[in-house]
């Protein structure tokens, strides 16, 4: 499928709906568990099975988390809100009707800062609201059309879920994958939910439509779902804008409809169309009473929210001096944030040794973003599964700072220390890899590989300076690399000139 580009003259407009639940002990309405992977049918009751007379008691901290959500989205929070009952049939939902929030949600009209391409963009979210899990279908066959049976677990039924609505302010599918990526970040950073899209704790929905550049109407919009990863958010979005601009150019109309994002096939397909999309008959719900958030609540959640990830990434920036690229790379994952923290701190223990304040930061955050997440990406785990620890990282900058081994070295370390966990001073004595600075043992050497190389000195005095890269490998070979560079350089034409 042809990529839309920008000398397209339409434009493709994106919406978002993503569902996340709620990293509560315990579920919104009753008191059972919310631990993932446990025995299905096990964290049960009356309440989450559906069971006709059970009453609904609200989970207080679900209400925090969902208030806290909409303050970190910039919202404004309701001062009444209520619950409204959402009809309609289906296996995982058990008491035919889904505890939901219609008109009044908790938080509305809040926005997520995003960048793409270096360019700043505000995306404005239209509302948070809260409301229960349904059950757990699991089709008993490779898909739901093969299968002959499908089972239900009911562990999943009544955890809390906040549905976080957009505007349709996105205009590609890199502002749509930036868009969840920063929304993401925030609902992790506070704690709220751990967004794990491949345990499901994380879904999201797009709508797309597409319109004539610089038309202030919407297209027909299409709902796609069955988006299971940020990877296939951006897909999917691309296939399905092709498929609306060649259908409207070829003179088709986009019909109203909600479609299928088949991932291993790459393309979207029908699955219904707005004629068959369900009347909810929302009405309120009678076994929960309205509630009134008071603005004192409020005010303590927002004193209480910690540190965001863009209020992280320009203290990075303003503290260590990071590029802007990189603090924001790290502040976006509270993981790889807390692991820049840690070595920063074992840096500041471990004294000036040849440490500078920032120095050494910014080469924590050189390493993070370079080798560290490559090393990550390449074995397929996260920081926290892997054997480095922030001290490890922090001993080894402080080798490569105090000049014992090489910047070129260090990488041969890390890759050792990464995969086994010893200490970076351990793998550098036992495979004998301190640098060598003494002037008199590298000239020794320096002076041996000159007369080795009797071609190339005579080519360096007849002008071509690049001999002196060829001298200088040589001494890298005879030392396995552990010459310093500086040293060696400055040395070598030393030692040439006096030849000259
Ligand atoms: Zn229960």
């Keep these: 499928m042809r990529k839309v580009t920008e000398r ?38 009356p309440v989450c099975l559906g069971m006709p007379g059970a009453l609904p008691v609200l989970n207080r901290r679900a209400l925090e988390y969902t208030i806290r959500a909409g303050l970190a989205l910039n919202c404004s929070i309701a001062v009444r ?41 505000r995306i404005r979210v239209r509302r948070v609201h809260l409301e229960e899990e ?53 609902l992790v950073a506070i704690g709220v939910s751990d967004c794990k899209m491949e345990e499901g704790s994380m879904r999201c929905e797009a709508n797309v439509s597409v319109r004539l550049r610089g038309s202030k109407e919407y297209g027909t919009l299409v709902e796609l779902k069955n988006i299971a990863s ?36 790459g393309e979207t397909a029908f699955m219904r169309s707005k004629e068959q999309a369900a009347d909810y008959r929302y009405f309120p719900e009678p076994d929960l009473m309205p509630l009134e958030i008071s603005r004192e609540w409020v005010d303590e959640i927002k004193s209480g ?17 990071l590029p802007a690229s990189d603090a924001a790379l790290i502040a976006e994952s509270r993981e790889l944030a807390s692991f820049f923290d840690g070595v920063c701190d074992a840096l500041a223990k471990a004294g000036a040794e040849a440490v500078d304040r920032t120095d050494g930061p910014r080469e924590a955050a050189k390493w993070l973003v370079g080798d ?13 599964q892997s054997k480095l620890a922030p001290e490890l990282l922090a001993e080894l900058i402080g080798l490569v700072a105090s000049g014992k081994i090489s910047g070129k070295i260090a990488k041969s ?17 036992e495979r ?3 640098q060598i600075s003494d002037a008199g043992q590298l000239a020794a050497i320096v002076q041996r590989v000159i007369e080795a190389n009797p071609g190339p000195v005579s080519d360096y005095f007849a002008g071509k300076e690049k001999a002196i890269t060829f001298l200088v490998g040589q001494i890298m070979k005879e030392t396995r690399g552990r010459a310093n560079p500086q040293e060696t350089n400055r040395i070598l034409r030393e030692e040439l000139a006096k030849r000259a």
Excluded at 13 to 40: M, N
Excluded at 91 to 110: E, F, N, T
Excluded at 148 to 156: A, G, I, V
């Design 305 to 321: 929210l910690p540190e965001l990830p863009d209020a992280r990434a320009a203290r990075y920036a303003r503290e260590f001096g």
């Design 230 to 265: 940020f990877r296939a958010v951006h897909r999917a979005i691309q296939y399905e804008s092709a498929r609306q601009i060649d259908l409207v150019r070829s003179g088709g109309r986009v019909t109203r409809e909600t479609r299928h994002w088949d991932d291993a096939r």
């Design 134 to 186: 349904t059950a757990k279908l699991v089709h008993a066959g490779d898909d739901i059309i093969s299968a002959n049976q499908s089972l239900l677990d009911f562990n999943r039924s009544g955890i809390g879920l906040i549905e976080i609505v957009s505007d349709a302010d996105m205009r590609s599918a890199d502002e749509a994958r930036a868009y969840l990526t920063k929304l993401r970040s925030i």
């Design 8 to 45: 397209d003259d339409y434009e493709v407009v994106v919406g978002i709906e993503v569902h996340a639940e709620l990293a509560t002990e315990s579920k919104v309405f009753c008191g059972c568990k919310t631990d993932f992977g446990a025995r299905p049918n096990s964290q049960t009751c």
């Design 413 to 429: 370390v890390f890759e050792e220390v990464f995969a086994s966990g010893k200490r970076p001073g351990d793998v550098v004595r």
């Design 432 to 434: 004998g890899l301190v």
């Design 372 to 384: 560290v997440s490559a090393a990550l990406n390449a074995s397929g785990i996260e920081l926290s």
């Design 81 to 121: 809100t209520k619950f409204d009952r959402k009809n309609y049939f289906y296996p995982d939902l058990a008491k035919g009707y889904q505890v939901s929030q219609y008109d009044i949600p908790v938080a509305h009209d809040g926005y997520i800062d995003i960048e793409v391409d270096g360019q700043p963009k």
